[in-house]
């Protein structure tokens, strides 16, 4: 019974393709866009694709030809093809401001950059589009009943580039390039006011200030070694219990001890003038 069940589905797939094939190659408009459409609802959306574009041209500055535009802009979404799927969203909003699609178009134009957004260690060109594209949707369509969705997309985007920001000046950190590593951090902590990455934003800058001042020239040694004082007593004013005290503290002590010595060397020379 099996086996005769699945001759029966082999038969007709065939005949199906058959039909299709036939009517590609060999059909007349109608019957070509009448099988694109029955392809587009059944979710066949490769075929589809085909179809539509190959009866577009007949029907340039007729009223099918936005019906045309507007599912072939679906296909591509559907198949995951976002790039592609944005550009003909985009095309669709510019051609056909009036349409009764034009909302789904925005939303859809929105929903494909955002989809093209990489993870945050790759570069974030796609992202600032797709941030682009949701606020578009935002102030065009308040709301909407996709505005609490594209609203938590905006948000996710937002710390997806947050993220990226903190992980460049952690970086510097870590590969010990302390002074860019304080100017990242003290931009990263002036852009994100909010962030949830402030307390290791100003551990890390008190660290790397410590850490150039500890490893500094001698002329150099003071006034860096009084910058880190300042960097601690920032961090500890907001984190007063952070889980970095410990750690803190005992850097702190370092960089006490050495501008203790450092000014008493200067001292010294400044006496001996």
Do not use: H, W
């Not at 030809?65 to 944005?86: E, G, H, P, T, V």
């Not at 606020?135 to 369509?141: G, M, N, V």
């Amino acid at each position: 019974m099996k086996k005769i069940v699945f001759l029966l589905v082999v038969i007709v797939s065939l005949s199906a393709c058959s039909e299709y094939n036939k009517v590609l190659n060999k059909g007349d408009i109608k019957s070509q866009y009448k099988m694109a459409e029955e392809m587009y609802n059944a979710g066949k959306y490769t075929k589809a694709m085909t179809l539509f574009e190959k009866v577009a041209p007949t029907f340039r500055n007729k009223p099918q030809l936005q019906r045309i535009r507007y599912m072939s802009a679906k296909s591509d979404y559907a198949l995951k093809n976002y790039d592609l799927a944005a550009y003909r969203f985009n095309r669709f909003i510019n051609n056909y401001p009036k349409s009764s699609k034009i909302e789904e178009a925005y939303y859809l134009a929105a929903q494909s950059q955002y989809k093209l957004s990489p993870p945050s260690s790759l570069d974030q060109k796609d992202t600032y589009k797709a941030l682009s594209s949701l606020q578009t949707f935002l102030d065009k369509y308040p709301n909407s009943k996709y505005t609490k969705e594209v609203n938590n997309q905006y948000k996710e985007l937002t710390e997806k580039l947050e993220k990226k920001a903190f992980d460049i000046a952690y970086l510097y950190y870590k590969t010990e390039k302390y002074k860019s590593a304080i100017v990242a951090f003290d931009n990263f902590i002036s852009e994100y006011l909010g962030t949830k990455y402030k307390e290791d934003a100003l551990f890390y800058k008190f660290k790397s200030a410590a850490i150039l001042g500890e490893k500094s020239v001698f002329y150099k040694k003071e006034k860096r070694l009084k910058n880190a004082l300042k960097a601690y007593k920032r961090f500890i004013k907001y984190y007063p219990k952070s889980r970095f005290k410990k750690e803190a503290d005992k850097e702190l002590e370092k960089v006490t001890r050495e501008l203790e010595i450092t000014e008493s060397l200067n001292r010294k020379q400044n006496d001996g003038l």
